[in-house]
């Protein structure tokens, strides 16, 4: 019997339906990045363009279906990640020292990206990852009920309840405050230099981090990293078969939930505004913005509980593996995406942004993502990384990391069923 190389003999198996939906989610993200035409903020009223009957259906749709469930996903599947790495680990200590470096090294890359596209989540990822840290060793019903608060936004909630009810500025005034500044950063994207783009979002980051607090998404992301994380405990990604009872019980009270929140949300909306007077603007947008994060989480349960349960069915199983290369590589296929979207919309590339719909958005958008399927193909049958994922765990372990699979013929690893540790 012929030995592996050490390299190989380092070889651990993967949970495939985790990188599948990695990659499915990627799909959904450059969907929605490309519709907002990676601008990542409001574009001004009068660079707005009258947006066709076909546009409006597609951006509806989006708006619907896809918008925050796939980012939902993605922080929910960082960490589950996390999980798996500390399941892995022989101690806690080392493992978590290594882990704050990664997340270090993970800031570096994000605000890399975000000097090109404001839009970034990486930074974000890497600041408030810090929860995982923290609370890593809670117990399961502790861990569970924090991660819900967090995931629906509870402080978030109860911060805009009080500031409306003490006259604070609302969300309306957020957008006021950027009106001026906004003008200003479309012309830039669309035409500047590549230098004023830069400083331009390097200017930005205050403002997107005021935007991550109103938004209550400080609060969300690291509750779906915990959600990702209790998940993980329960090994329902690693267990799926007998956890398929389990598995059709989330997906039918979240489907039921779903049902609920937008039931609620109309019979809501129109008592409380056939009151004399009504509410006022701040106090719909509040609760326009709460309903719809709701629904968002919701979704996003459905989307994840109806993707495992599919994923045992071969036929559905042989169709979702077409993302599981776009998934394994997660990272470099996201940053790959805005480099393909700020290409196409900023002074970068073609300047494109506020000339076309949604539809047009959309279908570039898929076209990509279809690309970028065959690219990661191609890659991971070569490599065992993706390119940035291999420059991240150089990084972090000062060591140049193997890369390039060895031409062997002896014998035979399978892609889809193993990775480097």
């Known amino acids: 019997m012929t030995t592996l190389p050490n390299t190989q003999a380092a070889l651990l198996p993967r949970i495939t339906v985790i990188d599948a939906l990695r990659g ?24 707005e363009v009258q947006p066709s009957l076909v546009d409006t259906i597609v951006s509806a749709i989006s708006g619907i279906l896809i918008t925050g469930k796939f980012y939902a996903i993605f922080s ?3 960490g589950l990640s ?11 200590f080392p493992f978590l020292l290594k882990f704050c470096w990664r997340l270090i090294i993970l800031f570096g890359i994000g605000f890399i990206h975000h000097l090109h596209y404001r839009g970034d989540i990486l930074t974000i990822y890497a600041m408030v990852g810090i929860v995982l840290l923290i609370a890593y060793r809670l117990p399961d019903k502790y861990l569970l009920v924090l991660s819900l608060l967090l995931v629906f936004d509870l402080p978030g909630i109860l911060t805009r309840v009080i500031g409306l009810v003490g006259n604070e500025p609302g969300v309306n005034a957020f957008i006021r405050k950027y009106e001026v500044s906004d003008a200003s950063y479309f012309e830039t994207f669309k035409s500047g230099s590549y230098f004023s783009l830069l400083k331009a979002n390097l200017e930005s980051f205050a403002m997107k981090m005021d935007f991550q607090v109103w938004s209550g998404r400080i609060y969300m992301t690291p509750g779906l990293f915990l959600l990702g994380l209790y998940a993980g405990r329960k090994k329902i990604f690693e267990q799926i078969p007998s956890q398929t009872r389990v598995i059709k019980k989330y997906l039918q009270n979240a489907a039921w939930a779903l049902l609920g929140t937008v039931l609620g949300g109309l019979l809501f909306f129109i008592g409380a505004n056939s009151i004399a007077g009504g509410l006022s603007d ?5 609760a326009g913005i709460s309903l719809f994060d709701i629904f968002n989480t919701f979704l996003a349960v459905v989307y994840v509980t109806g993707f495992m349960l599919l994923y045992q069915n071969e036929k559905w199983k042989s169709r979702f593996m077409h993302f599981y ?3 394994r590589m997660g990272l470099t296929t996201y940053l790959m995406q805005a480099f393909f979207g700020v290409l196409t919309f900023s002074t970068l590339g073609f300047g494109l942004v506020g000339e076309l719909g949604a539809a047009v958005s959309f279908v570039i958008a898929v076209a990509i993502f279809i690309l970028q399927i065959f690219l990661s193909k191609f890659w991971m049958k070569h490599f065992y990384y993706g390119p940035i994922e291999w420059l991240w765990r150089s990084l972090t372990n000062f060591k140049m990391q193997p890369l390039m699979k060895p031409r062997i013929d002896t014998y035979m690893v399978a892609s889809d069923q193993s990775i480097l540790k």
């Open 76 to 78: 929910f599947l960082f």
């Open 24 to 47: 499915f989610t990627l799909f959904g993200i450059i969907i929605v990045h490309m519709i907002e035409q990676y601008y990542a903020g409001r574009v001004p009223e009068k660079y």
């Open 282 to 286: 701040d106090a719909n947008m509040l």
């Open 82 to 92: 996390f999980y798996l790495q500390l399941s892995k680990s022989n101690s806690d």
């Open 325 to 327: 290369d776009a998934g």
